[in-house]
């Protein structure tokens, strides 16, 4: 690695996997405001160790400049520390550097090589995925598919991963590509990759691997996977965000055609023509987000020195102490196992649970609880489910069994049987002592807030809400009538406050920063950012643009 890195990039070597030495790697967790934070969205994106904060710096503080481009001390560095960082990837996957190409993430990667292959393809030929990848496995093939006349066929889901056992039987002369999640980033479980390889063993058939789960979790050998190309991000094993690996055979990228075109990538440009580069580098055009190389070189250079069995062993602990916990939950449904499992445990709210997704994310995140819900960007996986929406615990190795007792004990106080309180209106939540009983008071509200069956159809649904919310505004005689509805009882009580903020009220008087500020004032600013799955913002600007509207 070059010495340009900072001498305090490389911590501590762990000879013996410690957690607690671990975690104390990561200065977000040394942060006042995130001392108490039990973050369990890392199949999202994991948290950046110093080493990667020191080497990003170092290059910005030492270093700037264009990798590739100039003669200059500086861009000779910038070179340097792409080009190292290209040979820690490959020693870290066992291949050779010129099979790395780097990109923004591991959606980049897959749409290069999606298209790549798909230009030799011809109408009639056939592709296989399965029902649980991510989107980033499946829009780029349906957009090809679309364009060339291709077809595409999924395997189906057997207990909780892809039913591997199916390939032989999709499998047909027209089969040309095979691509497949190496880990489901919905279930954590791991795909029986030798299977697999034996069922298209002696067939003229590519087989691609989505390792963006897979690999911040297990030891990846490319040689000894046995696939064509893989994909995979910086993100979500430590490293930074913005940067990507493509790792493909020689005979890929000798035959694939460049996905982007610019600089860098270009051999010979005249007025008529131009001539690419070859090989890996064609691929590589544009402006390398170098600082994020520099980071990621340093972060595989620091997993390097540690026992990555010794970190998988933890995690596997701490997932299957959590399964053991979360099920004597009442109120909750696993949807995964512990067992084969890279670090996820998902579940929904049983039917006879009286709170849907959004109250229980809400309910968690006031108790500094990181949890990711949706449909993970794998919808066709939580369709097939029964689910329109699953809440996903994913673990790292700075995770311990500490995390996983608040995690338990929050759920265990949301489940305590529900106070009688009867709503007192908005200014009662002023007085209200602790998030815990402002939640509870909130979540009252929602219960008392009856259903509107009439106000719940496709025109008066807002777009861009996790938790479905449905509103109708009319104004008469300059009087608002405002109606509001939503599925889960936080967002119901939610929308009582908007209620009692704005129906009956006169359009001349409606103040959107004094609003604002009430909102403000009631201690609801979680709920007032840009966040996409911020319903409550969604609906606060749906309601001032029919009034501006209007």
């Not at 032989?168 to 697999?196: E, F, M, Q, W, Y």
Request: proline share 3%; net charge negative.
């Amino acid at each position: 690695m070059s010495s340009k890195y900072p001498k305090n990039v490389w911590s501590v070597t762990l000879a013996d996997f410690d957690a607690d030495k671990f975690r104390a790697q990561f200065p977000i967790f040394n942060t006042a405001e995130n001392r108490s934070l039990v973050y369990l969205d890392n199949a999202a994106t994991t948290q950046r160790p110093q080493c990667m904060v020191d080497a990003v710096s170092h290059f910005y503080t030492h270093s700037n400049a264009n990798a590739h481009r100039s003669s200059h001390r500086l861009s000779r560095d910038a070179t340097s520390i792409v080009e190292n960082t290209r040979k820690t990837v490959a020693s870290f996957i066992n291949t050779v550097p010129e099979q790395i190409v780097f990109t923004s993430g591991a959606t980049m990667a897959m749409n290069i090589a999606v298209a790549a292959i798909c230009e030799s393809l011809v109408a009639g030929d056939e592709i296989i995925l399965s029902v649980v990848e991510h989107h980033a496995n499946i829009v780029p093939w349906q957009q090809q598919a679309e364009k060339r006349g291709l077809k595409i066929n999924y395997l189906p889901i057997g207990k909780s991963m892809i039913d591997v056992g199916q390939l032989p039987k999709l499998i047909n002369d027209k089969t040309r590509v095979v691509c497949l999640s190496a880990a489901s980033n919905v279930l954590g479980s791991r795909l029986d990759i030798a299977s697999v390889k034996r069922s298209i063993a002696g067939k003229a058939i590519m087989l691609g691997l989505d390792l963006a789960q897979y690999i911040g979790h297990q030891a990846v050998d490319v040689e000894q996977l046995g696939c064509d190309f893989a994909v995979f991000s910086a993100h979500k094993m430590y490293g930074p965000t913005g940067v990507g690996v493509l790792w493909a055979s020689s005979e890929c990228f000798s035959t694939w055609s460049p996905f982007m075109f610019g600089g860098e990538m270009i051999e010979h440009v005249d007025l008529q023509a131009s001539r690419f580069r070859e090989g890996y580098a064609k691929f590589e055009t544009g402006t390398a987000n170098v600082a994020g190389i520099a980071g990621f070189g340093a972060v595989l250079q620091w997993l390097s020195r540690l026992d990555r069995q010794a970190m998988h062993n933890h995690e596997t602990k701490i997932l299957h102490y959590a399964h053991q916990q979360c099920a004597a939950i009442p109120g909750i449904e696993l949807l995964t196992s512990p067992d084969d499992n890279v670090g996820v445990l998902s579940f929904v709210p049983s039917s006879s649970c009286q709170y849907a997704i959004g109250d229980i994310v809400n309910w968690l995140d006031e108790s500094d609880i990181a949890v990711r819900a949706g449909v993970m960007c794998a919808e066709p996986l939580a369709t097939i489910l029964g689910h329109s929406a699953i809440i996903r615990i994913s673990l790292a190795a700075y995770n311990n069994y500490r995390d996983i007792d608040r995690l338990v004990t929050s759920l265990q106080a949301l489940f305590l049987e529900q106070s009688s309180e009867s709503i007192l209106g908005i200014d009662s939540l002023l007085s209200v002592q602790g998030w815990q009983a402002r939640y509870r008071m909130i979540m009252q509200w929602g219960a008392d807030m009856a259903p509107n069956n009439a106000l719940r159809n496709d025109n008066n649904l807002v777009k861009g809400c996790e938790t479905a919310v449905w509103l109708e505004l009319n104004c008469h005689d300059g009087v608002v009538n405002l109606q509001l509805d939503a599925d889960s009882r936080v967002m119901r009580g939610l929308c009582m406050i908007l209620l009692r903020l704005f129906d009956k009220q006169a359009v001349a008087t409606i103040n959107e920063e004094k609003i604002l500020q009430q909102l403000a004032d009631l201690q609801l600013q979680k709920h007032l950012t840009n966040s996409r799955s911020n319903g409550f913002m969604v609906i606060l600007k749906a309601i001032f643009a029919a009034l501006h509207a209007r």
